[in-house]
Structure formats: C-alpha cells, structure tokens
C-alpha cells in the first residue's frame, strides 16, 4: 500500500511538473494577437462547414481542397462520401455560361451554395445576376442579364422556377427556358414587391433575412407582402470619405411616426393578377404582418397579424382563391407580444405553437379550427426552437431545461412525458435533423471551447465528428478560464453570471472590475458558448483587472415574466439588477470599489451611459453606438416594450441619458460608427451636446464608413487599442516609481 502511494504521488508530481512546463511556456494576450490586419491570430479555427440534409439518410456538406472546396454526399450511417460538384467544375460552367473569369472563380468558391430540394441544381449569383447549374450534365445557364441586381432568389420547392426580386417587383424565371416573367410591376424604391423593407427586416423577420415572398408546396404559386414605404419619414447616412460626400437615404420610422404600410397577396408563378388577401379588419396605420407560410396542401395562406404595439398576435387563415380570412386565435400577454414563429403541421391536420402564455415559451398542440389540444411541454424553462415530429409522435426540440446558460437538444413525446435530453456535453447545442429525424448535425461549443459540428443519432449517440476544430493557438496563450455562478438581486430573482479572474489572482489584494452588459430584452450575454469579445475580456484580465457579467433579469433567458418589468421604462431595472450584481461581488473581499468600470455596445451603449447618469457605482465607461433618446429609435422595436409616445412621454424622457446629461459621473468614452443606419449617429451627437452645454469632460471617437459595428480591420485596431487604453488610464491609477509615472498594481 504504501509502494503504491508512493507511486501514484511520483506520478502526480510528474504529471504537476509537465502541465507547469506547458503553463511556462504560454504566453499573454497582446493587442495585436486579437485585432492586428497582418499578425492577428485565428483563436477560433477555420469556419464550420455548411452541412444541407440531402434526404433522410443523406447530407451534403464541403471539403477544403488544393482547387478549392469540393461538396460531397455523405451518407450518415456509415460516413461513405460521394463527390457532387467541385469549385473547378463550377467556375468552367460559370466561364462557359458567359461569367468573367474572376466573378465566376470568387462565386464558384463561396463557403455555401444553394441546391434546389432535390439537389438537382446550384444557385448562384455571378456579378448581380443569376445563374442556375445543373449537377447531372455539368452544365449552367444565366437566368438574367440586367444591370439592376437581381436580389433574394430561390427556387420553387420542384426547382424548376427560380424566384428573386429587382428594383421592388417580384419576377419568377423558368430554368428550363430561361423564360422570365414579372410578377409585379408597381415596384419603385418606396414600394417594395417580395422583399422587406429596413424595419420590417431589423426588428420581425430578423437581420439578413429580407426575403418577404413564400413558394406554396406545390410550386404553383407565391404569397407575397407589398411593402409601400411611401409614408415612411426618410433618414440619411452620409460617407465623409470620398471627395464628393456619399448620402444615403435610408426609410426609417422613429417612434411616433407612420410605419410602412403593408398587405398581403397571392400570385400564380406562370403570372397574372394577384390575389390580395382581406386584411380590412385590421387598419393600415396598425398593421403589422410578423410570419407567413402555407398549409400543408397549398390551399390556404397562414400568416400572423399584430397590432403596432404587439399587444396581441392572431394567427390566420386565408383562402389562396378568394382572400377570405378565418382568424383561428388571439395570442395576448401581460406586456408585448414577441418572437413568435410559425405553426408547424402535423399529418392529422393540427398544429404546434410556441406560446409564451405561461410566462416561459413553450409547445402547445391546436387541432385545425385552432382549438388548444393540450399543452405539450412546462416549467421554468423554454423551449427555444422546434425541429420537428417523427412517425412515432416524438417532438425534437432545443431548449433550456438543463440550464438557462446552455442550449439543449430534446425529444418529448406529443402524448405526453418526460422531456429526454439528447446532448451531452454542457454548453451550447444547435441541431440540423435529417428529414425524417433520424440523425441530426450538432453544432456545439462552450465558453472554452469554439465551435465544432458532430453527427449523431436521435437517440443522442454520436456517429462521427464531421468538424472536430482543435485549435492549437489556444494552448499557446494564458486565457484565463470564465467562471460561471448565480448571484440574487435585492428581491430574490436569480441572475446569471461569468467571472474572468487575473492568471495570478489572490483574494487578499482588491481589483478593478470591468463589466460588460447589453441588458436588453431577451438577449443573454451570460453564455457558456464561444464568444469572441471573451478574448479581449481575457486580455484585460491578463492586465489585473476583474471581469463581471450578469445578465439582468429582463436579460436573462428566463421566460417572458422576467422582462415584463422593464414595460415602459428602460433603465431603471436593469440598473439595479446591475448594482445588486456587483454589491455581491464587492462583498467578497477582493474589489476595489472605487474602481468599477462598464462598456457595453447598442443597448448595452444605453445602458452604459443610463448607468453613467442614473449613479455613482462607475469610474469610467465606454458606451459604443448609443441610444441616448428612445424617441429616435425605430418604431417597431421601441414602441413594443415602451408603448406609444403619446401615451408614456414622460417614461421616454426618464429612460434617455441625454435628459440626464448633467447627473455625468464617471469618465466616459462614446464611439460610433458615422455611417449606422440602425443607431444613427445623432444619438451620440446629441448626448455630446448636452454633455457640453453641461461642462461635463468626455471623449469620442467616430468611425468614418462604419456601420452598427465596427467592421474595417484597420479601424477595429485603431478602437479596441483606444479602449484598451481608456480602461487602463482610468481603472488602474497611476504612481511614480524611480521618477517615472507607472501603472499602479492592483
């Protein structure tokens, strides 16, 4: 026994010693490791390949190549690959077809492509135009020929038309023939046939998903929305960089003012008149049509209506032929009604819902005439996407039942019982089943750990890795390693957090603390998934200082009852879920109170510079692209969580920092970029201004060509080195050391 001891304590010793050496031999963070154009490094590994199921044994996806990538047909059971196209082949047909050499190269080699349903055929768009290749021939067509850019396109689900808009109006072409026919002909800049305008895309359907048409089932026809910005007040962005000043005028309602006005039709794919469905029960002024889709049987439009406050949702029915309308039911809550998606159909002719009705999102199952069936899921967690039910009644979905920080992949059975989790590893899952729920792709990651897509069986088992993405630069550098705990606000509400401690923390010396918030409605920031901003927190950690995030409760992932408070006033709330956050962490010894810094971006920006004017907590904060008056923000999503201006003037007031500028306490650094056409730059502007009128010292930095982020490499140096800086001056207290100015320990 004590041989054996002895033994396994030399091994430990041994074991002890290497993993130092290694630790020895990492290295800090620098600045120019993250950001640098030329020297930067790649901590999160080569994009996940795009995977596509082919049907339900089969899914296709890409391999990198010396030519260039090469999707092949992989069958799931036993990994066998077949190839379907190569980058070469395409860029042949491209040239042959009529594409410059360059464009057909750059096009042949994106990192996806779209396949019609049966992958028969590519889509592609070559220099703004559109081109159909044909796998069994090896062989592509141009569709169009136009200077104007041919936008949104797809196929029919049979993929022998392709759909796509130009200058406003929705045109359908023949692959076969190549034959183009319009669809509509009323389309301008202000009218909009098919294709979503800035507000519909930013705050209902989602950012970068603009397509506003739907191919029926049976590929006959398409429901469309006609979008006329013609009310819609006009807000410009100017690019200062070249000679002559770049102005773009961009259709944006702030709030208070007329939103777009939409309907909704139905059109033959060979042409014709449209259809317009009977929306009069609901006013153009007060419309808001949030998801359309079909039934099943290509009879009947679904689609959902809402107030312009999204008080309330109506699920709908309208008859493709007449444009009568059944409203099956009315979805309210005690706040807004948000994130709703669309019914999914089973054979027998019901449905499931997700439903926020109980305070968390859940599945409820309606039978045809949207009468409620039974609700199919429950408790203090969400379900946060449908994938879809098998033959034997099963539901897969991903949710948060193991953690509000995670996301999981489930199965429930409709009937009832309990929910099956069917991922393993904590962290963050997405999946992509196969048609018939077989298998599915599992993209997952944890804080640690980036980004790795992994095949498995519906009963959770895995088949093979298909990207496993071992980093190597991630065992070269000292990252210290994210805490996650729980901290309670003042009235026992529960909140998520992540603690990043220096490599060489000691909990008898006192730290800065740098925390980063967002803090908006439903959007978590407290994670155990890859995120990138968690290098530059590392970097900071790496120089002494404590880093905090916590979700506030409106924040937090937990259900719609957690952000109804913030109803009418932003602000208020979050701040003092925020404060109760941090009076926790001062309570553990190890802060120095006097040294407490905050940054966040958009929302976060806000709540930034609400935190710099509403208290006294922070030294210092870095506010990026800022609302600093929520009357200057869009309309959909400013009135949906603060009502109508005319109904809550003085909560608008009270939640904008400008009104507050004076109460500035604390260094404070804005940054915007002078071209964001989402928060536009007035708002930086005008709390600049009041912060003068008020003698209040700050500091800005304005990004030229610059959007919502900021994108430009050069540029994403030249801020976080200016951050990076801000922090350091003014979390870190300068002392004279042998004559010279020094950066004070912690």
Known sequence: MRLFRARTLLACALVCASAAGAAAQRRPLTLDDLYDPSRRVNFSGPPLPALYWIDAQRYATSRTTPDGPEWQAVDAASGTATSLVTAARLETALTRAGAAADTARAAARGRT????????????????????????????????????????????????????????????????????????????????????????EEEIYGRGLPKAYWWSPDSTRLAYLRIDDTKVPVFAVVDHIPYEQVIERWRYPKVGEPNPTVTLGVVAATGGATRWMNLSKYADADRIINSVTWSPDSRDVVFQAQDRVQTWVELNTADRETGAMRTLFRETS???VADTADPYWLKDGSFLWLSERSGYRHLYQYDANGRLRRQVTDGAWEVRTLYGVDEGGNAYFAGTERSPISNDIYKVRLSGGPVMRLSSAAGNHNGEFSPGLDYFADTWSDAQTPPQLRLHRNTGVEVRAIAANHVDALDQFVLPRPEFLQVKARDGFVMEAMLIKPPDFSPGRQYPVYTFVYGGPHNQQVRNAWAGETLFLQLLAQQGILIWKCDNRTASGKGAQSTWPVYRAFGETELRDLEDSLTWLKSQGYVDPARIGIHGWSFGGFLTTYALTHSQTFAMGIAGGTVSDWRNYDSMYTERYMGPLAENEEGYKKSSPRFAAANLHGALLLLHGLMDDNVHPDNTIQLAYELQKAQKPFEMMLYPKSRHGVTDPALVRHMRGLMFDFVIRHLKPTTVVDGALRQAAP
Do not use: I
Not at 133 to 158: G, I, N
Not at 162 to 181: C, D, I
């Open 113 to 200: 492509l779209t396949f019609d349903r049966a992958f028969r055929s590519v889509l592609l768009t070559v220099s703004g135009d559109l081109y159909v290749y044909t796998l069994a021939d090896d062989r592509a067509v141009r569709l169009t020929k136009t200077e104007a850019t041919e936008d949104v396109a797809s196929f029919s689900p049979d993929g022998a038309r392709v759909a796509y808009v130009r200058q406003g109006n929705l045109y359908v072409a023949e692959v076969a023939s190549q034959k183009e026919t319009a669809l509509t002909t009323d389309g301008s800049e202000v009218v909009l046939n098919g294709r979503l305008d800035w507000v519909y």
């Open 334 to 336: 005690r706040a807004w």
